[in-house]
């Protein structure tokens, strides 16, 4: 029972901080975006997208009308909190609070995929507000 135990909280052990390292890289990825997108650097943000983001628009310009009229709360965005980061069906999603120009708040869910030039972005979801009480 004891080899069973320890054997285990080896596993954890090596397995925690290459996660911690991954969730670093990754928020590093997803907070340098928003950053390019408010500085209106869309070439900068575009180098942060995958290969499969890359060849559905072609080039940065039509990334950043997608961004700009589909996720305005990504290209204006004015403040980020980093909620869980998980694996779903073999795949890294990071989920954001992030507030608007506006005020408002929103929950997006980033998937995010391991290429040979880091992380990068592979998507996005809008998902529903956050449940707010008195």
């Known amino acids: 029972m004891r080899r069973i135990f320890a054997f285990f909280t080896g596993l954890w052990l090596l ?3 290459a996660m911690a390292q991954d969730a670093d890289a990754i928020e590093g990825v997803i907070g340098n975006q928003l950053q390019a997108f408010n500085d209106r650097d869309v070439a900068a943000a575009w180098q942060y997208a995958s290969p499969n983001i890359k060849r559905l628009f072609g080039n940065p310009g039509n990334f950043g009308m997608m961004v700009q009229q589909g996720y305005p709360m990504v290209w204006d965005n004015a403040d980020v909190r980093f909620l869980e980061l998980r694996e779903v ?3 890294l999603w990071q989920k954001i609070m992030i507030r608007d120009a506006a005020g408002g708040l929103h929950v997006l869910d980033y998937q995010m995929v ?9 998507g996005v979801q809008l998902l529903p507000p956050p449940d707010v009480g008195a």
């Open 15 to 17: 397995v925690t901080p």
């Open 89 to 91: 069906s073999g795949r």
């Open 114 to 122: 391991e290429t040979s030039e880091g992380w990068q972005i592979n």
